[in-house]
DNA sequence: AAAAAAG
């Protein structure tokens, strides 16, 4: 497989040494069998010297003051920074609502905890490794890094009292200037470890003047998202955090008009979210320059470099005007990684993975014939309507293989007098933003989806996620269930097995038993079939010929193992050495 | 083989 592509994304050929160099964090969520282990903590890649911009010149000056003492004055943004910030005339719109009256300084501390909707205390035993030469040692406080006063305030506001392992890992990687790839889920805090870094930066960092007389707009930051839910969801939350900070965040997306998302850039952008096809759409009309991108950060990552992705990725990372890594900073994200990727950074990687919530979700598997599928859909849903658990906050997120299955199912849920509505790629994007938040809102507790929904998107409340039809792809299944289990709290994951699903029988089976799931037995029985036992993994039935590499690393423990020493990208995996033992060797551990 | 992402 050729990797030259992903390599322009996360590797710098021809800087000097390490420039480009992949900081991350290795992490392992513990299930609570295995608790109170100590963390194991790797360094053993090559020195990574970038720090193109950790140590961004302090702004003197500039109109990038490192706190802004003017944050209490709403609109205010201080203008006239070439194409970004907030015009003078702009009112920035609140994007705390309400909910900002009791923003700063008299919120008690001891409750906040209960809003953010993350259960912190699910997430205290996650042992995190971190792996790669010199990483700044994480935080543990949000005020052990400074981030700056106005965006102090909004992590106030968005009830934020402690990062999160990932946040707590990335964050000081990233305020250092180097690149990472970290496995965490969206749910874990993901976005903010991401924007905290691009905004505080942004603030304080030494701006060039962008480009005047132009209609042509140049952000300094770029986050790209493989679906525009995904991409309005991040932008919502960048939006708070950037929130009288001065720094704009716009978000691009197809789908949807044009000239509208034309003019929130032409009023200033700093951020630009964006799914890929739009964005390539706007660089081929000249309307987004790249040439200012200081950052790059690349959600749903593994999906992203996808050969799916390919072509559109290519462009705006090799083809268009983006600075060459070193040049820039790569944050890959994602909850799972495929071996392939990792590769790509070679031995200057340091591949990082935090807690990932499956372990708080129940997983079952059912075995239900192609055409018992609906009826058992209905009894299970029944079943959850007599106990009361389909309530109005609890949600169950249905998912099929087909477009056209979503909608039949979707017909024939509503014909029963099941509330329900659908979300894929064939409903225009007024009715997919309105499947969503009719689902958000409780209005049809029953979304049937397809694998548009299987990623990032953060629902509250969804407490069962079934996989009506299995996906092929046990990466594709942890995305999935990720839906429920969302920030700490539990959720139930039901699969209907059948013999179709055979493939996946031995990948289900490990990731269910290391998860400390109840295996049916039938389940086993199918897995050890030489004709399907571990067909997939082996032999590359992945997108990329693997799969995550917690699965791989799990699956290599027998042996031979290690491909990921020799293999394709061009050097080793040793910074694997310490931290990734056979004794770490799977998520699920 | 399917889904997503431009129109």
């Not at 009256?101 to 919120?107: K, L, N, P, S």
């Not at 003047?209 to 839910?229: D, K, M």
């Not at 055979?502 to 289900?508: E, I, N």
């Not at 897995?527 to 290599?556: L, W």
Request: aromatic share 8%; glycine share 12%; net charge neutral.
């Amino acid at each position: 497989m050729g990797t030259s592509w992903a390599d322009a994304v996360e590797n710098s050929p021809t800087g000097p040494p390490g420039n480009a160099g992949i900081a991350a964090l290795k992490s392992a969520y513990v299930p609570p069998h295995l608790r109170n282990r100590p963390p194991a903590s790797s360094v053993a890649a090559p020195p990574s010297g970038n720090d193109g911009f950790a140590n961004a010149r302090p702004t003197g000056g500039s109109q990038w003051p490192a706190s802004r003492p003017d944050y209490g004055r709403r609109g205010y943004g201080g203008g006239g920074r070439g194409s970004g910030g907030w015009g003078g005339r702009d009112r920035e719109v609140n994007p705390f609502g309400k909910d900002d009256a009791a923003a700063a300084d008299t919120e008690p501390a001891f409750n906040e905890q209960e809003n953010t909707g993350i259960n912190f205390d699910a997430y205290e035993d996650i042992a995190v490794e971190t792996s790669g030469q010199n990483i700044p040692p994480p935080v543990t406080t949000f005020a052990e890094i400074d981030l700056g006063d106005a965006l102090n305030l909004n992590i106030k506001r968005c009830k934020y009292v402690k990062p999160t392992p990932v946040q707590r890992y990335t964050i000081p990687i990233s305020l250092a200037g180097r690149d990472l790839m970290a496995c965490a889920q969206t749910g874990s805090g993901k976005t903010a470890a991401f924007c905290f870094p691009i905004i505080s930066g942004i603030m304080r960092g030494h701006i060039a003047n962008r480009p005047q007389g132009t209609r042509t707009v140049f952000p300094l930051a770029l986050i790209l998202s493989p679906t525009r839910e995904l991409s309005v969801q991040i932008h919502e939350e960048a939006r708070k955090f950037s929130y009288q900070t001065g720094v704009r965040v716009v978000v691009t997306y197809g789908g949807a008009p044009m000239h509208q998302q034309l003019r929130e850039l032409e009023r200033g952008v700093d951020i630009l979210v964006a799914t890929p096809g739009r964005l390539v759409d706007l660089l081929e009309r000249a309307k987004v320059s790249l040439k200012m991108i200081r950052y790059l950060a690349l959600d749903e990552a593994d999906r992203m470099l996808d050969m799916g992705f390919e072509p559109q990725i290519r462009k705006i990372v090799e083809e268009a005007d983006m600075p060459r890594p070193g040049e820039r900073q790569t944050m890959l994200f994602s909850a799972t990684f495929p071996k392939e990727i990792q590769s790509f950074h070679s031995n200057r990687s340091q591949v990082g993975r935090v807690g990932s919530s499956t372990g708080l979700i129940v997983q079952r598997v059912e075995f239900v014939r192609e055409a018992d599928k609906r009826s058992h859909l209905m009894d299970l849903l029944h079943a959850q309507r007599d106990s009361g658990i389909q309530g109005k906050q609890a949600l169950t997120l249905v998912f099929v293989e087909t477009k056209k299955g979503a909608d039949a199912l979707e017909h024939w849920l509503c014909l029963n007098e099941f509330p329900a509505t659908t979300i894929h790629g064939d409903r225009t994007q007024q009715e997919r933003e309105f499947a969503l938040r009719s689902f958000k809102s409780g209005r049809t507790p029953i979304l049937v989806a397809t694998d548009v929904a299987a990623r990032g998107l953060d629902i509250p409340h969804v407490s069962h996620v079934i996989n009506f039809d299995l996906p092929n792809d046990i990466d594709d299944y942890v995305h999935r269930i990720g839906r429920t289990g969302r920030a700490g709290k539990s959720g139930l994951a039901t699969a209907f097995f059948n013999e179709k699903n055979m493939s996946m029988a031995k990948g289900l089976g490990e990731l269910m038993k290391e998860a400390n799931q109840e295996v049916p037995e039938w389940l086993t029985r199918f897995a050890g079939r030489p004709s399907y036992g571990g067909a997939k993994g082996r032999h590359g039935g992945g997108r990329f010929g693997g799969r995550d590499f917690r699965r791989d690393s799990s699956s290599n423990r027998g042996g031979s193992g290690h491909d990921y020493y020799g293999g394709g990208g061009g050097g080793g995996y040793g910074n694997y050495g310490g931290g990734m033992g056979p004794g770490v060797s799977s998520a699920w551990d």
